[in-house]
């Protein structure tokens, strides 16, 4: 994926942004200039460019996300046509004094952003039908006078790792379960990350490390794998003089349910259950790679619920160190009993602030639908996030821990159990499940991105597949905290 600055060659298709009730340089219908329009007007000869025309609705109340969008389209629109260059047409005149009231910066790094997130395909596995056509991007300074050469090339970049952090994300959770199964996730986080070096420490808990530290979620729900269970540890001090920020990220490498088995016709999207995981390990790839002044830990626990006869049975009973026992109601709920251990382990190396993220419930799906995931917790966190969360385009909803639906957390003989007995609130339940591990005096947010995982059809910048939700908002968030804590 090339971005070329003042690039000497001239591409076969310019790019023009149509806003609905503006003029344009072409005749362009009305109809073609909202938000999500994507018009071709070829040219008469074969020395006359052809014209790429994006809607983009109207000016006024453009979001950075539409912005984004609209670079996804252009992209995708140019693979479609088996093109391999475009240039990006500015009406410098019209830009920065239309009504968008967005920063020239900031838009162009969403433009970039989308560009190189609607170029993405997954082809590990394609043969005959994998295609390694891709379209180059080329901007001119003359367009962006505001922007000096230096800034545009800073820009750039910034975008480049933030679409690479989302993509490496849509990666991991696109990959087959066959590959990226536990003992090799932990593996390939511990190769990946082990070669930034100074600055990022690297430690895989497996084994007798998770039975000396009573890891019993782990343990418990990895049971009946072939694979062995681990929590992987990614420490980034980029600020080691900041308060410490964990992110926990769900890493169930494939959920096939335990001995509450899924008997679904197609469970393979069972695979994405690492989402929570894929998208903390984006946000620390982007984090490191813009060497980004933060004290940052990441909590991974990975491990495989399938059912063999050595798996968990319903009706057992886990002690965690805290002095809670859970009793498996059901072994399907799986994610809380693990983001348990890592939580606890949060407490442990000292971090102030927790932030934990998992496709843990369908139920959350139903209640937001497939385009926002939902957030519990502590209330400026999750304003912090959702604010983020709206000018990135991962975004959240604030949940409510109710207190009173704990009761569906009793067990007969056990502290807890780990599912309710109600099919209504199953997400705000699992919340309040995975509330009673958090320490005393640390601040926490939950993230039940279940919903938003994936597309099941192309749209904007991601094609169907993964979306790599959560790798730029937590690595975002991460960063802001971090300039508070130092104003």
Partial sequence: MTIWIDS?????????????????????????????GVTWLFGRSEGEPDIVAIGMGVRVGTTLEAVRRAGGRAARAMLREGRTGAALVRDAAAYGRGGEGLASADWLQAWIEGWQLGLYRFQPYRNKTRSDETVALRLQSNDWPELSKDVMASVLEKARIRAAGAMLTRDLVNESPGTLHPERFAAWMEEHFGQFGQGVHVHVYRGRELEERQMNGLLTVGAGSQYEPALVEIRYEGGADLPMLALIGKG????????NAK????????????????????????????????NVTALIPVVENVPDANATLPSSVIRYPNGLTVQIANTDGEGRLIIADALLHAANIGAEKVIDIATLTGNVGSALGLGIAGIWGDSDMAAGLVSIGERNGERLWPMPLMDEYESELHSLYADLRNVGTSPYGGAIIAALFIRRFVASGMKWTHIDMANTVQYKQDAGYSEAGATGYGARLLADYAVLEASRTTV
């Avoid at 169930?252 to 001995?259: A, H, K, Q, R, Y």
């Avoid at 008997?263 to 894929?278: K, N, W, Y």
Wanted: glycine share 10%.
């Fill in 8 to 36: 000497a060659d001239s591409a076969d298709v310019l790019v023009h942004l149509a806003y609905e009730g503006e003029s344009f340089p072409y005749k362009l219908a009305e109809a073609h200039k909202r938000e999500g």
């Fill in 252 to 259: 169930v490498t494939f959920d096939m349910g335990g001995m």
């Fill in 263 to 294: 008997t679904a016709s197609d469970i393979s999207d069972a695979r994405m259950d690492m989402g929570g995981a894929a998208a903390v390990v984006g946000a620390m790839d982007i984090m490191i790679r813009s060497r980004a002044a933060v």
